[in-house]
């Protein structure tokens, strides 16, 4: 999920019948007919079974509807006006509660995929690797935008890429397969290889491995 508006995961929302914080959560798909909405991501709901709202909402609905529900309190970002919302058992909601944590780190890895594809055209120019190492092992971003990321890791010719890339797990075999052949290009240029029993790069007319002792 990628809420467009974070600043309101840094709302605090206290419920008016019970004091209790209510917790982000994201909000329901529309009801049928409405067409508007929430107007918003997420909603502040008070998930306080011992909310007056919540305990004595069952004989309320009961009376009035001859249905077995109650309600939860419940607030849009940005307003304190009261709201209720109707459900049928303790546990609606509970299960749509948003972790601010994650959803500013889903945002923040988002932004920064962004902010590398729209570097990937001058990066070769300004001599910086950095949008295309991150892209290269950022397995949420598209293999179109990585595979043109590993395209242009050869054009710095830096080998300390070897690295990170080595200890990364590549889900798609295809990139894995692309950058392995960058790689060796890389090593191949630089009359270097990787040592096959200690990873690290040698000399590529070694006999022995500086490293590990190894003989190759
Ligand atoms: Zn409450
Ligand atoms: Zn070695």
Not at 51 to 71: M, Q
Not at 95 to 107: F, H, R, T, W, Y
Request: charged share 25%.
């Amino acid at each position: 999920m990628v809420i467009q508006n974070t600043a309101v995961l840094e709302e605090e929302h206290i419920c008016p019948k019970c004091k209790a914080k209510m917790s982000c959560c994201e909000a329901p798909p529309m009801h049928v007919g409405d067409g508007l909405g929430w107007g918003s991501e997420v909603l502040f709901i008070c998930l306080n079974n011992d909310c007056p709202t919540f305990t004595g909402g069952w004989e309320k609905v009961d009376v009035n509807y001859g249905h077995k529900a109650t309600f939860r309190n419940m607030q849009l970002p940005g307003s304190t006006e009261l709201n209720v919302m109707m459900v049928a058992s303790e546990f609606a909601f509970t299960g749509s509660v948003v972790d601010p944590e994650k959803i500013l780190a889903q945002n923040a890895r988002y932004q920064k995929e962004k902010e590398s594809i729209a570097r990937l055209d001058t990066c070769v120019e300004d001599n910086d690797i950095t949008p295309v190492m991150s892209l290269i092992l950022d397995e949420m971003a598209t293999p179109a935008d990585r595979s043109r990321a590993i395209k242009l890791l050869k054009e710095f010719n830096d080998l300390s890429c070897i690295d990170p890339i080595r200890n990364h797990t590549f889900k798609k075999t295809d990139l894995q397969q692309e950058v392995n052949m960058v790689i060796l290009q890389l090593l191949k240029d630089n009359f270097k290889k990787e040592c096959p029993y200690c990873s690290e790069l040698i000399k590529a007319q070694a006999k022995k491995c500086m490293h590990c002792q190894a003989d190759l």
